[in-house]
């Protein structure tokens, strides 16, 4: 009998009530503590040797790079039942981010559900509560799928005329500012690790510039003494005050990034997200780097800009971002909502399967991993109503054939995919709250 075949028929045998979680980064990590916490069977795959996602820096999906800092402080990306420890700096480093989640997979002592060193290449839905997972361990079957593989490790490539006789990377690539030694570097795109990158390049390069196709808003690090992102948290103002003040604070404290050379934005204050950096702008102030228009072809060490102007590299970075990926699973299986986002209730559940779920498709300003956690917290209580054959979760079943809800709020996000799956942050833990509590 086919190797296949006879799993399939040895599977029949017992009935499997576990489920599999695919990636312990924040969320795998999250989900798998609520899973025990509710006492649902699972177990976890990581590529990795580690746990820590892409903040593990020898992860081959990692993204991040050796002077990474988290740009959200602290408090406000702890975990709130698994706060920091006291000395660690407001924005901490990668390694002791690593360091961190490290520490919660030990503290609630997950890591053993976890296959290490395991890449799941491929799953498959056999049936209702079926699941086929295809990993370096072969073939084998759960109730259900968590899906956590993050979102910042497909790379999303421009696509510009002409051949580049230097060397071309993507930020993915990019682990250490020694590639820049005496090199003359362009920097294209400046998202949080554009400018994370441009800025190490200064101290290497013979010259760094910054190509944009657009104008940004800048978010200092600390305001008033304080991590911006912490300033007014509990004080309720409507978001048009909200926007209009927090503009006008980030313009004092970081700079007027249009007075530095940046186009001027097209857009409000967090419709796209915001750049959070006190040092970009600082550094155009000091001449130590320029702002260049987008690129219109390569020629050569040649790059020639959109606005005439042209100038000799030998590196560009692509810091372009990520496309929201899932290659493991059939597209069709996600119900891809016109091709941006998979069209799941609160980013989070199949409209149609009670046995597939994302944990992490989510952005949002000050949302941290405390949210991530919340959503795999919901996931937990729906599977243990489910469990339970309450009718609690017969009723959220049906709220979630829905589909995709708008948790914009009053915010309208920039149409661009970047922000396709960027929520209100209000809005969005209003609605994660009150979804837990239908189902408890
Ligand atoms: C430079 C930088 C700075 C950032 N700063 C912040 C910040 O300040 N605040 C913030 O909230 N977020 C920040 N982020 C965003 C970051 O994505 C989140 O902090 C967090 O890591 C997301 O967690 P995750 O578990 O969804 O994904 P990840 O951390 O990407 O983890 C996904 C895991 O899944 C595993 N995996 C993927 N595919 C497979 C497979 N096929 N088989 C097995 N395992 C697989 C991966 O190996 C990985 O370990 C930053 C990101 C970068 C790059």
């Known amino acids: 009998m086919p190797l296949v075949l006879t799993q399939i028929h040895l599977m029949g045998q017992f009935k499997n009530n576990t489920y599999a979680i695919i990636g312990a980064g924040p969320c795998g990590l999250s989900a798998a503590k609520n899973l025990q916490d509710q006492g649902i069977p699972f177990e976890g795959y990581e590529a990795a040797e580690e746990v820590g996602g892409l903040w593990n820096i020898k992860n081959p999906i990692s993204s991040v790079y050796e002077s990474a800092h988290l740009i959200s402080s602290k408090t406000m990306t702890e975990y709130k039942d698994f706060p920091m420890p006291q000395n660690t700096p407001d ?48 073939v084998k079957y759960y109730k259900g799928v968590l899906i956590c593989n993050g979102s910042l490790s497909t790379p999303n490539l421009p696509d510009f005329p002409g051949e580049f006789s230097g060397k071309i990377i993507h930020s993915k690539e990019y682990f250490s500012a020694d590639i820049f030694n005496n090199k003359r570097v362009l920097i294209v795109g400046a998202g949080n690790s554009g400018c994370d990158i441009a800025v190490d390049a200064i101290h290497r390069a013979k010259y760094v510039d910054l190509s944009v196709r657009r104008g940004y808003h800048f978010v200092p690090k600390y305001a008033f ?29 970081a700079g007027d990034p249009v007075k530095l050379g940046f186009p001027k934005p097209d857009h409000k204050m967090f419709q796209t997200h915001p750049i959070i950096n006190s040092l970009v702008l600082y550094h155009l102030g000091h001449g130590d780097l320029n702002i260049k228009s987008n690129i219109k072809k390569f020629e050569g060490d040649d790059v020639h800009f959109v606005d005439g102007s042209s100038r000799a590299y030998d590196i560009v970075v692509y810091c372009t971002g990520y496309k ?88 309208k996000y920039l149409d661009v995919p970047r922000m396709a799956f960027y929520v209100h942050k209000q809005t969005y833990q209003k609605a994660i709250d009150q979804a837990i509590s239908s189902l408890i």
């Open 324 to 411: 929201l990926d899932y290659p493991f699973i059939d597209n069709r299986l996600l119900a891809w909502n016109d091709s941006k986002i998979p069209d799941f209730y609160l980013q989070i559940f199949h409209p149609r399967f009670n046995d597939l779920f994302i944990v992490g498709m989510v952005e949002s300003t000050g949302l941290g991993w405390e949210y991530r956690n919340q959503q795999a917290k919901l996931v937990s209580h729906f599977l243990k109503a489910q469990l339970q054959n309450s009718s609690k979760a017969s009723a959220f079943i049906e709220k979630k054939k829905q589909g995709m809800v708008d948790l914009t709020g009053p915010m």
């Open 91 to 138: 924005y901490p480093s990668q390694r002791e981010v690593f360091g961190y989640l490290k520490n919660y997979a030990d503290h609630f002592d997950i890591k053993k559900f976890f296959h290490l060193n395991t890449f799941v290449q491929k799953i498959e839905r056999i049936e209702e509560g079926k699941w086929a997972i295809h990993s370096d361990l072969g």
């Open 225 to 253: 003494g304080k991590p911006a992102d912490t300033i007014g948290g509990k004080i309720r103002i409507p978001t048009k005050l909200k926007i209009a003040v927090e503009t006008q604070i980030s313009k004092w404290f």
